[in-house]
């Protein structure tokens, strides 16, 4: 036994409180599989959105491995810019595009003729020029099938979306305990309990707390986890690849980055409710353009029913520290 497990569960009155359980509202929880997979073959192209952490890449490697096709994996993560989508993708699938400008024709050339399975991995950065190359596959391959993911859908004309939902409340606890037993650390169910009621069934989040309990015990942790912003000096020991989940501030940082000004600064503003908002709300307090279905669209704001939404913890504390990029009184540009 790791010297930071514990021997035994504390009793519930002596442990610390926790937040009240995140209960999501999820008409469509995320389909298995099995299911995703008569879906791709019965639509050709399925687009996997969600957060940052909440297993999209794992789910699309399930699926394609799954389907029973050949495989091509393309990792868009380390693409720049939108023009280089069909370069990078050639050279992932051995495309001879050799010195042309354009890699696209011969790209289309080698897929063509090819019955399988093309996953793009890591879309949002580079939406548009993943959404022409899609069409264009679409058009020139009709025995190729794709599976993308992404932060935020594409946009194609056939894509189908499928949203990675965050695990449950009992999926989490025991997933806790799982990555903990992984590091030699017994975790009560008690403590998995409050830990997960921290992470808004994130999976990512998850690795980071398995990680961090083979550095220090569960109560050391936790009141880490709710210090303001003391979950970032913590859960920083991730996966080496993909380099932004290194780290949950990186993971959150990705996002981040992705967004224009206003929604940075609509991220700010939402990071001061402390609990779910309606959209009337936020037109009440903010002068709100687009920047909220933006957010929503973006897989930062998620929905908790059909009008009600909310910023996960880890975000909400992330947008909280922007105030030094912000100030308290930045106003929309227009008074």
Known sequence: MHPHSMPGPEPAHHLPPGPEPAHYWDPTPTPTPAALVERLHNEGHLTLTGPPG???????????????????????????????????????????????????PELLRTLAPQRGLLVLDTCEHVAAGTAHLADRIRDACPKLQLIATSRQPLGTVDESLVGVAPLTLEQTEDLLQELAAAQEVDLPRAWAHLFALRIDGNPLAAVFVAH?????????????????????????????????????????????????????????RLSAFSCAFTRDQVQLLFDVRDELDLLIRSSIVLPVSPDRYRLPLAHREFGRMQVGAFGLYESDGDT
Do not use: N
């Not at 491995?65 to 868009?76: E, K, M, R, S, T």
């Not at 210090?227 to 020991?237: E, K, M, N, S, Y």
């Open 212 to 268: 961090a309990l083979h550095r220090m015990g569960p109560r050391q942790l936790f009141a880490r986890l709710t210090t303001p912003g003391g979950r970032f000096a913590v859960l920083t020991d991730g996966p080496r690849e993909p380099e932004r989940h290194r780290t949950l501030w990186r993971a959150i940082e990705w996002s981040y980055q992705l967004c224009r000004r206003p929604e940075q600064l609509m991220w700010f």
């Open 54 to 104: 909440a297993g999209k890449s794992h789910l699309a490697a399930r699926v394609a491995q799954a389907a029973g096709l050949p495989v091509h994996h393309v990792d868009l993560a380390r693409c720049r810019d939108s023009a280089q989508v069909p370069r990078t993708v050639a050279d992932a699938v051995g495309a001879d595009t050799g010195d042309r400008t354009d890699p696209l």
